[in-house]
């Protein structure tokens, strides 16, 4: 696993495990996605799917900076053999938030907010995140409320 953390290094991760796939989890929760940009590369079986990424790995570094970044990333998932789509997609307002991605051996869930999920069959398990541009600042950092 390749991985860079630093406010001028570009992250990179390769992941081949369920647990590595779990990091990549963590890092893209609270992405914001739209629709129109993915793309599906049939020759290489692999899906492209383009991501305003919090950076929760330099969240540590709010008090010196006095502020949190965000980044324009890459979420490359290789070996996709079906795509299956639940919740229209065409409804939502645009953009949607990036909840988690769940892996198993054989399939990647990506759910989102307003209850839209992709589940990708796959033939093995190789995904790639990839920051595509530099970060830059953001005064917000995504809220969760507490659910009791």
Aim: charged content about 25%.
């Amino acid at each position: 696993m390749k991985f860079g953390i630093g406010l001028t290094e570009k992250l990179q991760i390769k992941a081949e495990t369920i647990e590595e796939c779990d990091l990549i989890s963590a890092l893209i929760q609270d992405s914001i996605f739209h629709m129109t940009y993915h793309s599906f590369h049939e020759d290489k079986k692999c899906l492209r799917l383009m991501l305003n990424r919090f950076c929760w790995e330099l969240e540590k570094d709010f008090e010196q900076h006095q502020c949190y970044f965000r980044v324009h990333s890459g979420l490359y998932i290789h070996g996709v053999e079906s795509i299956i789509v639940n919740g229209n997609f065409k409804r939502s307002r645009g953009y949607l938030n990036l909840l988690a991605m769940h892996a198993s051996e054989h399939e990647i869930n990506l759910l989102f907010s307003e209850h839209k999920h992709i589940c990708i069959n796959i033939s093995e398990l190789r995904v790639y995140l990839k920051d595509l541009h530099d970060i830059y600042p953001t005064p917000t950092k995504p809220h969760h409320e507490c659910l009791d």
